[in-house]
């Protein structure tokens, strides 16, 4: 390899000048110290660059623009809120708690306040009320700013069963009450047994008086069903009941819209919680990728799944997203209203595929009928 010594000028008897040599290495070494700082100080002025660059671009996707000059619509808001048959308010949009383990829902519970939301969607069979519970005693928001969804698990439908049932849960959560109580499916089970109950999965009646009761009593503020089709919701409603089901929570997502339900449930006052609207672990990258999901973000300078989000609350649905990201949930409160000819052509596409369920226990049941079917039993 050559070195700077063999091309230095020779002097008598060819034996390099070494003074000539150390002034010619001192000036080598000074060029290339002043090209390193000219290169470092180029880089740390283009990592500024696209840091700030960066930064405003993930607040021109949260807040969809607002404040951009001339680049996308206006987008207005969505109602925060709807009211309910007690004349109580439920926030549109709540923090979904299925399937956040143990360890992480407790910092996904504290993101999300910190973030705005007040509505928490659990369940006793999620097994992570106590945590949850904790996160919410340590955000330090006061209890009554707070919407507290839990659920009644399919082997507690016996009316002797269900306040123990809920006790547990008022327990674990740390509360005195919870804003909404579900029926988490229309499928009873003999308590320890994991046997269907027929009777009480035909007629869920008696566990409603039951429910009834426990309003009364003030450990519950609404109850609701989750997971009921119309032909069995007419059934329950089809007793003289003292309380309307307040909700009915049900897989609604792009693969899933369900359009006759929502339309039932709208003309017959029932509001619909919008379960995996995502399309829930499985499908939701397939949902973000969606044509029309991606066409609308870019239009809107949204993300894909705000544009999804806030197209179940425009569809007049509660929606709960769930995540234990703390940047995906404070981007999933974010919901706008999508200009109408967007919200339709969403609409339309969700409708254009046969429906998809990403959830149905029915064989992991061993029911020997879907739970689904309008048919059963009636
Ligand atoms: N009543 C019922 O029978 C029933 C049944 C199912 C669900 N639910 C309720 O509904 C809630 C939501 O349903 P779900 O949990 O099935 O599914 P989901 O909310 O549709 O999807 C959750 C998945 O989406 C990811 N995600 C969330 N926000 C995202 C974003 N902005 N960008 C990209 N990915 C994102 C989450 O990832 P990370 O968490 O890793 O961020 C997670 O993998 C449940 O938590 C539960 O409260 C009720
Ligand atoms: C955009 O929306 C904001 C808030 O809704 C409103 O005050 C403003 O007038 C709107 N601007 C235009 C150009 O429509
Ligand atoms: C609900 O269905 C069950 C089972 O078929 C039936 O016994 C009950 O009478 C029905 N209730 C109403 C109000 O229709
Ligand atoms: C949506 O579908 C309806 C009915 O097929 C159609 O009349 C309407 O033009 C469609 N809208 C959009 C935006 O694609």
Known sequence: ?????????????????????RKIKREKIKKILFHVLAVSAIMVIAA?????????SERFLQYGGKGCHGMQRNLSSLPSHYSLPSGDKIPSVALG?????PGEVGQAVKAALNA????????????????VGKAIKDSGVPRDQLFITSKLWNSFHA????????????????????????????IAWKK??????????????????????????GKIRNIGISNFNIARVKNLTGNALKYQPAVNQVELNFFNPQP??????????????????????????????????????????????????????????IVLPKSVTPSRIEENLHV????DDLFEKLENASVSHPPQRTLNPSKSWNLGFDVFDEKWPF
């Not at 002797?160 to 006790?167: F, N, T």
């Not at 008696?206 to 009364?216: A, G, I, R, S």
């Open 48 to 56: 500024q660059g696209l840091r700030a660059f960066i930064r405003s």
């Open 159 to 186: 009316p002797e069963d269900i306040e123990p049932a809920l006790d547990e849960s008022l327990k674990a959560l740390d509360t005195e009450y919870v804003d909404m109580y579900l029926i988490h499916w229309p």
């Open 1 to 21: 390899m050559p070195s700077v010594y063999q091309l230095l000028p020779t002097t008598d008897g060819g034996k390099p000048d070494e003074q000539l040599t």
């Open 192 to 217: 320890d047994e994991n046997v269907l109950d027929k009777e009480l999965t035909a007629n869920p009646y008696p566990t409603w008086q039951k429910l009834e009761e426990l309003v009364d009593k």
């Open 97 to 101: 708690c299925w399937k956040s383990s």
């Open 260 to 317: 006759e339900l929502l339309k039932w449930s709208k003309d017959n006052g029932i509001l619909l919680e919008a379960y995996s609207p995502l399309g829930s672990n499985d499908n939701v990258k397939k949902a973000l990728s969606v044509p029309e999901v991606q066409e609308i973000a870019t239009e809107l300078g949204i993300t894909p799944a705000q544009v999804v989000i806030s197209w179940h609350v425009q569809r007049g649905t």
């Open 336 to 339: 706008f209203k999508l200009p």
């Open 116 to 131: 705005g939301y007040r509505h928490i969607d659990d369940a006793w069979i999620y097994g992570n009320e106590k945590e």
